[in-house]
């Protein structure tokens, strides 16, 4: 069958997507010559990992796009869309902290990783956020842009210090700012003699008049500028930005190491180490397209030579070079040497890591006798005898925890008679309706908190919504430990307590447990506050939220002075009426 598919395949570029036996998306790829590249896949011999690959391939689908650019385009939001197994170790949305002169009326300095088309002035990456809050808090003390989120409407402390130019009660004009943009660009490209300059003499004259503790605090500010300057020099004729990226691999794994040089200087280095299934260069070439989806890329970048580098050009609209001697190639050099020792030093580690997740999620489907459930969703209840029930969803990918796929529900139906039967009826009525309403990403597999009650309660609910996915339980012992796992037919499965299977399902369900009583417990407490505060006169809806906001809970306020309360922006008379009912009760 796929022979004879091959075949129709035209020699254009394109995206293609493999598919397993269950129609699930497994892989995408891109190609200048799809037919060239797909054929690549099905004749000849491949190592471990691409057979391990091939052997899952049981269908394909193609997308025909007029350049190879727009090949790459499309590749990267369909592994953003479907969350392939063989792609998932090249995603890396680690970010870096950069420092943003904001473009508003009245810019202000502020530290993000949040960059978007209208960021301009950004500076960076920094090594860590802290490194970046200092430049900024230094930043901020020689430079008068305003601090606050919002206007006040009065001036505040730092007008007075001279650290703002108070456009809450003046006018500033665009050429003030501008010139003071200039001088903090200047700066944070290393130009800094005429700041030292400046405060020196500001020093000194303090000095003279006997002003010792202002001129204690410039002479604290120039040592901060030199220790906040002072970073490795790299021995190149010029300041330009650039980022060198070196790499390594192994027949499973791959090592990218990448230095940010800012004005000269290392400014950041960032590594990563991920495993990968088809050509080594492709896979590094795609890191590359979606790491810097993420981060800003440079004007130059420095790459070995056997990496294309066309597409990436175009797509990042920026000039790569392929340094082959001299300094930048010693700089190069340098990388590619710090990535193989990354590599040989955190191989084992990640092997281990994988036995701990990948393969124990294989493990975990041939137990259950179903395919490999590279996304599992989990659930867990709570409630206190039946009242303020809550449920948890928690997401595990290759076997790690994906906290941003969390999903936490307050159970609506049940009017304080909850029972674990009835709460799993509706979250799972809830979870997977919308999946199918919304048509979102389906697990391989969902896992429930309990044993024969909660699976057929997944299971009726499943069934009415004609979803096929695979049902396991979690069985807890006596002293509440994970026991023993059932599955969709109710059969029992023991696990050996000491494999990497039981672990993983112990975290799994460690995991939902937190995530269920953390809320449940948020519930109840916002429950008990709300129904003390209800019967007390004078305080609404606005009131209880700056009590909550302030308090957290109702024992918290018991303590508090009436003078706080009259500070919270609550009457004297309610104040006084808040303690004494609170007192009584």
């Given amino acids: 069958m796929l022979n004879e598919k091959l075949k129709t395949v035209p020699g254009l570029p394109g995206s293609y997507q493999f598919k397993n036996k269950d129609g699930v998306v497994i892989y995408v790829g891109k190609a200048k010559n799809l037919k060239k590249r797909l054929a690549s896949y099905f004749t000849g011999s491949h190592d471990a990992k691409t057979s391990r690959l091939v052997l899952d391939i049981v269908d394909f689908e193609y997308i025909v796009t007029h350049t190879e650019l727009d090949a790459l385009l499309l590749e990267l939001n369909l592994i953003k869309k479907y969350n392939p197994r063989y792609n998932i170790m090249l995603t890396d949305d680690k970010t870096y902290p950069y420092i943003e002169i904001t473009n508003e009326k009245n810019p202000k300095i502020i530290v993000t990783r949040n960059l978007t088309k209208k960021s301009k002035n950004i500076f960076g990456p920094y090594p860590n956020v802290r490194a970046a809050r200092e430049t900024v808090k230094l930043l901020n003390k020689i430079y008068p842009l305003r601090k606050c989120a919002r206007l006040p409407k009065q001036e505040c402390l730092y007008y007075h210090m001279g650290q703002c130019l108070a456009p809450c009660i003046r006018k500033v004009s665009i050429e003030e700012y501008n010139d003071i943009i200039i001088d903090i660009k200047r700066f944070l490209k290393g130009d800094i003699k005429g700041v030292i300059n400046s405060l020196e003499k500001k020093m000194h004259e303090a000095s003279e008049l006997q002003e010792y503790e202002k001129a204690l605090e410039y002479k604290n500010t120039v040592d901060n500028i030199k220790t906040t300057t002072n970073r490795q020099k790299i021995n190149l004729n010029d300041l330009k930005d650039r980022d060198i990226i070196g790499y390594h691999y192994n027949e499973y794994l791959i090592s990218i190491e990448i230095f940010f040089i800012r004005n000269g200087k290392i400014s950041a280095r960032h590594q990563s180490l991920f495993e990968y299934y088809s050509d080594p260069f492709k896979s590094i070439e795609d890191y590359i397209a979606q790491f810097y989806e993420n981060n800003i ?173 695979p049902i396991a339980g979690l069985v807890k012992s006596d002293k509440h430990q994970t026991d023993y796992l059932l599955n969709q037919d109710l059969q029992k499965i023991e696990i050996s307590k000491t494999s990497n299977v039981f672990h993983l399902l112990t975290r799994i369900q460690d995991e939902a447990h937190r995530f269920a009583i953390n809320y449940h417990q948020q519930v109840r407490s916002k429950g008990v506050f709300n129904s003390v505060l209800d019967s007390i006169e004078g305080v609404g809806e606005i009131t209880k939220k700056k009590l909550l906001m302030k308090y957290k809970s109702v024992n918290l306020i018991k303590l508090a002075t009436l003078e706080e309360l009259i500070e919270l922006g609550i009457t004297k008379k309610v104040s006084l009426n808040l303690i004494e009912k609170l007192k009584d009760d």
Wanted: aromatic share 8%.
């Fill in 297 to 469: 890329a440079p004007k130059e970048i420095f790459v070995p030579l056997e990496l294309n580098t066309d597409v990436l050009e175009e797509f990042l609209n920026t000039k790569f070079f392929k340094p082959q001697k001299g300094d930048k190639y010693k700089l190069l050099s340098l990388a590619i040497l710090n990535a193989k020792e990354a590599l040989i030093q955190k191989t084992e580690i990640i092997r281990r890591e994988i036995d701990r997740t990948i393969k124990s999620v294989d493990n975990l489907g041939e137990l259950l006798n179903i395919n490999t459930p590279y996304v599992i969703e989990a659930f867990d209840n709570s409630n206190l005898f039946g009242a303020d029930a809550v449920s948890s969803m928690v997401v595990f990918i290759n076997g790690k925890p994906s906290r941003k796929d969390y999903r936490k529900y307050k159970i609506k139906s049940l009017n304080d008679k909850a029972s674990d039967y009835h709460t799993m009826k509706e979250v799972i009525y809830r979870r997977y309706y919308k999946v199918l309403i919304e048509d979102l990403r389906r697990p391989d597999l969902i896992i429930v908190d309990g044993g024969i009650q909660q699976i057929n309660a997944a299971k009726e609910i499943l069934d009415s919504l004609k979803l096929h996915v």
